[in-house]
């Protein structure tokens, strides 16, 4: 019997030692060796090599490959590891490194990775028996999927919220007209947020190939991320707050910087306007009709055949005397551009492209061809300084013809058959790569060589817009949400997609107002441009061979609702622009997601409050299908006043709120703080000199940075910026106004508080009386009937007071 257990037991052992010797997956296997330095590890181990290293306290990075490590090279990431406090143990079994935030433990038999509390909770941590390993060239890190576990982010990805249950791949593509559920779509930020427990942590996967990302799909044991090639190179981080999650993922990535004004402005926009007459009509009519405006968008069709570089003089013939007429008008132009130089002799972006080698090649050393709008098309090599360099100078065609916009298109890369070989083969900033590599960069570098382009050439600040990006392009441009549908659900899927940028560290981001193929009915179209004031970029544009899409093309209902929701957004500019300079100092959306302050209540996933959204910090935003009578609308814990008629609802609750075309659900949070000016048709139209203060009464604290500067240069980051903190203390009951910080002149001489929510025995004490008043943010919809009357003004009273605006610090009390 003894001998029958031991040649059982010697079949299944050599058996075993086969399949560990045949298997297709190899896994990284034990530690052999490690050096420990001051605050990294480096080991290695049966079949690879790695690297842990604390980048900050609460930031650590992880690098494996089968190969000795490579040089280390980012696109996404600019920051440098911070001098951090490390305690490193090691024993037999483990390698322990703890800092002030945060406990990583490194399992050596075999190689694992597990991170804690310092109070000992398990915060994220690799699945037992699987961890991390390849299949041929594809690398993979296993998760243990914690109880309960949710995620966020992902950047551009369609679905819900929490994308537990799904898989996603992350490869640039030109997605157009997509469905709500396709993917991958145009852009590829392989960063998200695990949530459980009551713990939250981000992982960034810093890896250029494609990349894909399973949340439970298929599985019931492990959340996971995959590059085809590459390290594994990841950052994990780990806050308490998930706000504070993004802010260590944009020091990593980098932050914006702040935009010229006028982007923030209503921007008109279709595929396409011309010739020049129709350009103006469009401008004229919106001044006309007193719709406050300051863009105008070219598509393709301002090219000589979709020439880059080019204006077709039949449709334009001198544009920069039409761009001088559209800026005395107060707009500016943004043009399209794609990265497609068509092959053509005598062209001389063809001509001087070749004569300077800065087109992609095959292994041969020929360009690379391949077919966009202009017929065949070689394409400039971004991820090669040459081919950014030659960009830059090419750039400056636009601004001196007037063009004060960029809006890079196509640069997933896109052409037709959308099948770009694998072969071609790319500078990757002197690495040398092949397109699996390249791919998922290159529209971010076409975007960094347009915004440097246009600052060389007129040394303000670029408006600069993408449809492709990686990780960090929030340094260098916006980004929209490519071609959307003419849908109810498209709209809203819109709003989830910028939520998701905002989660993934992108604060200037917009959709397609209306929809860009097909054509809205008249009640989308007016819920689509309401929400469209609450988007960072405010953006109406319609396809080719679609009806006109203006405000106007809907009848004078929607031509009214659009008037009061744009009016809306340029009383809130102060307000807006404060925002994003909140964004450029800590990366915190303008947009944001209810998960980023609500990040464990249950409510703010379900699928019926999972659209809702925070404008900034104060307004709670309820999008709704413009079909829809009633929606249930979820108000997170606190106290919310309702926009229109200063109602009180108190929060941890949900309430059905009637629903109308002519008024998109807004709420205010307690205790904000809401700068607002006058109305002005243009950012280039100085508002009065009076800035209003909006003051909601609250039981929290809160503050407020109100922040000015001259809209279009960057003098700012010498100084020359306006900059007051405003806190609302609740305790105190006090409102103090610090010192003005920065050597920038307010354009308002005058402040005028007004009060919500304050009671009359509320004594407010403010240095002078407070006076009657009236708030209304929306002007009323008229009937439309023969007797010609309007709806009756919705608002309410409220306590005023006008004060002078000197730069010392001064208490409100009450």
């Known amino acids: 019997m003894l001998r ?33 330095k001051a605050q990294s590890i480096n080991f290695a181990t049966d079949n690879a090599f790695g690297e842990v290293t604390v980048y900050s306290p609460s930031v650590v990075r992880i690098r494996l490959d089968k190969r000795p490590l490579a040089k280390d090279f980012s696109y996404a990431v600019i920051a440098q590891p911070q001098k951090t406090g490390v305690k490193i143990s090691e024993d037999t079994n483990e390698i322990i490194l703890i800092t002030d935030s945060v406990k990583t433990i490194i399992k050596k038999k075999p190689f694992s990775v597990a991170f804690y509390t310092l109070d000992g909770k398990v915060i994220n941590e690799d699945e037992k028996g699987l961890q991390n390993a390849w299949v041929a060239e594809e690398v993979t890190a296993y998760k243990h999927m914690q109880v309960g576990e949710r995620f966020v982010g992902l950047g551009e990805k369609t679905g819900n919220l929490d994308r537990k249950g799904n898989g996603y791949t992350n490869w640039n593509y030109d997605a157009f007209g997509y469905s709500t559920g396709q993917d991958p779509l145009y852009s590829s930020i392989p960063f998200y947020i695990g949530i459980h427990n009551e713990l939250n ?12 990302f399973n949340f439970g799909a298929s599985n019931n044991r492990f959340s996971s991320f995959s590059a085809q090639g590459g390290e594994l190179n990841y950052y994990f981080i780990y806050h308490k707050k998930l706000a504070d999650i993004i802010t260590s993922y944009t020091a990593l990535t980098g932050r914006m910087k702040m935009p010229p004004l006028w982007s923030l402005g209503y921007q008109q926009n279709r595929y396409s306007y011309y010739p020049e007459t129709e350009v103006m009509r469009i401008a004229q009519t919106l001044r006309e009709k007193k719709i406050p405006a300051d863009g105008i968008t070219l598509d393709i069709h301002y090219m000589d055949q979709y020439k880059l570089f080019t204006w077709d003089k039949a449709r334009f013939g001198d544009p920069l005397a039409m761009n001088k007429k559209l800026n005395a008008l107060g707009f500016k132009t943004t043009v399209i551009v794609d990265p497609g130089i068509k092959v053509e002799k005598g062209y001389d972006a063809y001509e001087d492209g070749v004569k300077k080698g800065i087109f992609v090649k095959y292994p041969d050393s020929t360009n690379f061809s391949a077919q966009v709008w202009p017929g065949w098309c070689h394409f400039p090599d971004f991820t090669s300084p040459l081919g950014r360099d030659w960009w830059k100078e090419k750039i400056k065609f636009f601004s001196n013809t007037g063009v004060d916009g960029i809006w890079n298109d196509m640069n997933e890369i896109a052409s037709w058959g959308q099948k770009m070989p694998s072969n071609i083969i790319f500078n990757y900033d002197g690495a040398l790569a092949s397109h699996k590599q390249a791919h998922n960069v290159y529209g971010m570098q076409m975007a960094k060589a347009s915004f440097e382009g246009a600052i060389e050439a007129t040394n303000k600040r670029p408006f600069n817009l993408t449809r492709a990006g990686y990780a960090g392009l929030q340094r260098y441009t916006a980004i929209w949400t490519g ?21 993934s560290g992108v604060a200037f981001t917009g959709m397609d107002i209306g929809g860009f193929t097909g054509n809205p009915s008249v009640s989308l179209y007016a819920r689509w441009i309401q929400i469209g004031a609450f988007n960072p970029y405010f953006r109406n544009h319609t396809a080719v061979n679609t009806k006109s899409s203006e405000p106007w093309s809907y009848g004078e209902e929607v031509t009214e609702i659009s008037r009061n929701y744009i009016n809306l957004r340029y009383r809130l500019l102060p307000y807006l622009y404060s925002t994003f300079n909140q964004a450029v100092n800590t990366g915190m959306p303008v947009v944001r997601s209810l998960a980023i302050d609500n990040t464990f209540e249950s409510k703010v996933y379900d699928t019926q409050f999972q659209n809702q959204f925070l404008f900034g910090n104060a307004f709670l935003v309820a999008p709704f299908e413009s079909t829809k009578n009633y929606g249930n609308v979820f108000f997170p814990k606190g106290k919310w006043y309702n926009l229109y008629n200063g109602e009180a609802i108190e929060g941890d609750s949900e309430k059905v709120v009637p629903l109308s075309i002519q008024k998109l659900p807004v709420f205010v949070k307690e205790s904000s703080i809401v700068p607002m000016q006058s109305l002005v048709q243009t950012t280039a139209e100085k508002p009065t000199d009076t800035l209003v203060i909006h003051i909601y009464k609250g039981a929290t604290n809160n503050s407020f940075t109100y922040y000015e500067d001259d809209g279009e240069s960057y003098n700012y980051e010498k100084g020359e910026f306006y900059k007051r903190n405003i806190s609302y203390d ?16 307010s354009k308002f001489s005058k402040l005028k508080l007004v009060f919500h929510g304050f009671a009359a025995t509320d004594r407010i004490v403010a240095g002078k009386a407070l006076q009657d008043d009236f708030v209304s943010f929306l002007t009323p919809i008229s009937r439309f009937d023969p007797q010609g009357t309007a709806n009756p003004i919705e608002g309410y009273n409220v306590k005023s007071v006008t004060l002078n605006n000197t730069n010392n610090q001064f208490e409100i009390k009450y």
């Open 4 to 36: 029958y257990f031991l040649s059982v037991w010697f079949v299944l052992a050599l058996a075993s030692q086969n399949f560990a010797q045949q298997s297709p997956v190899l896994t990284v296997g034990n530690i052999k060796s490690a050096t420990i």
């Open 201 to 212: 942590y981000g992982i960034f996967l810093d890896n250029t190939y494609q990349t894909d």
């Open 730 to 745: 609740a305790v105190k009951k006090s409102i103090v106004f610090n010192k003005v910080e920065g050597s920038y002149q």
């Open 483 to 503: 071609d959307n549908r003419s849908e109810e659900d498209h709209m809203l899927l819109g709003v989830r997609l910028m939520n998701s940028l905002g989660l």
